[in-house]
């Protein structure tokens, strides 16, 4: 880039320099690995006899200079080799990578997401055992209900913050460990439950478990590979959904206090969290750099060669991240940093006024207004599962963005066809108008949410923060997730019999399944197989362009 003399003597001088140098040590750590991985391993043939390269200078050899006397950029030199040996470059770093570690911690990591799974989904089964089948020596209200359901969220935005800072001084795996006591408390107050006071306490100290939103998909990012990151944290709202799906089978053949029982005892399989590391990135930031080693080479395998990936953490210690790591509210000062928590911020909010805390909380009145019975949900079962694989294979291969666009419009039409299949309904005023044609379309939703909306914003939430950032900046989204959900659980469990069935409902799910699509295509960055600096250079544009470092963007980018 060539750059006017009279432009170096402006007030933006300092800045223009400090990225120069920054994208000029860039460019040389790549001519040097390009440099090294193009040599060969064994011992170098000797030289043709007569065969030459005719203009081409060799290697060892310095560039010739033009006629004007300066020597050209060296960039056959050095893209050459690259070229000639990708295939042996991705041979030598997946060398010795064994994905059992990682696919083990991502597991063992989720099984307190399947407990809190439960705990959310508990309540749609449990309301025709309380209500109406005596299971505790009161009976709530209809209002009392719409709280025991509500306080859960409220729970879980409280103690969002709180665990999201935690996790910053010790570490994610001991986070996840801590949400064992107030989701076990949780359960035994409803065990022993005597008034709806009780039912309060209990389901707002489950609630507390909330944080897991938080927690497990940053510790999934940490520790997966880049090229598996997706897919591995996509396993979240996996065992998130099969945990609702479990109190929703379990809550059509138990009494609710086995019920209530059998998932204090599930508690137990969260000890074996015990057994999995810490995430590489905490030892580093702590200077643990031998216990780093360890835990990549547990995830990794012990034949896999670390060093590319410490000196990745390496490279992303910048010195504004140790800055930020000694005051984590600095942070908010960079513009990019307030713009990746109100992009997060606007999907966590989207995704609850999709219409997942109704399918969740109120799924069964639903189907209920559709006049079908209680065995149907089966079939919105089998197509969250599905919808699951679908995300899971195809989020590393596709993208985030292309895979969140096309899942949101099927989930757009699909939720319109149910609205105009309500509003036909009470216009001819014909009960077996709908039902199957409902069914499909509904299931087609799940589908679409589970495969696109549901998983992702969780995944995006991480990999939009810089790592000093995570802990707070997921932290305030999920807790906005949290309120929001509590305001729609409060407006539908205010009149839900006669709500639900009307057709304003799924066209606001329509509407914003088509927000989302679009906010998809303007201001969601692929984020795909990037790490989170180069993520960070591409929220500066309209459309999401990548940043160009020059004068007039050294501005913008010095807040970073």
Known sequence: MIVPCGALRTIKQRRFHAHRRYFWTFEAEIMVLGWCWGQPETEPEPPPKTET??????????????????PPPPVGPIIRPIIHTVPSMISEITAGEDNTGQCLATVVSNIGTFCFGI????????????????????????QEWTWVCALLTIGAATWSIPMGLLMKTHGCKWVMMLQLVPIGLGWSMLIFANSVYMLYVGRFMQGMCGALCVVVPTYTVEISHIRHRGALVSVFHGAFMLGVMYSYAIGTFLDLWIINISNLVLLLLCLLQLLIPESPAYYWARGKFSAADESLRWLRGKKYDTSREMRQLMLEGTRSDMAIHQNIMLGFKRKKTRRSLCRASALTIMQTLSGSTVLIFYSIHILLSMHLNYECSAALAVAEIFGFLVCFMLVDLVGRRPLLIITSLATFCCTLYLGICFKLKLITDHENSVPGASLVSMSLASLAYTAGLGPLTWLINVELFVKPMRPLGCSLSATLNWLTAFTVIMWYGSGHEHRLAKPGVFFLMATVSLLVCIYGIIFLPETKGLTPHKIQQRLGGFMNQRNVPTIDSSSDDSDD
């Open 53 to 70: 390269r005719g203009t081409e200078p060799q290697a060892s050899q310095p560039p010739a200079l033009d006629p004007a006397g300066d």
């Open 119 to 142: 705990a959310i989904g508990w309540s749609a089964p449990a309301e025709a055992l309380v209500m109406h089948h005596n299971a505790y020596s009161f009976t709530p209200s209809k």
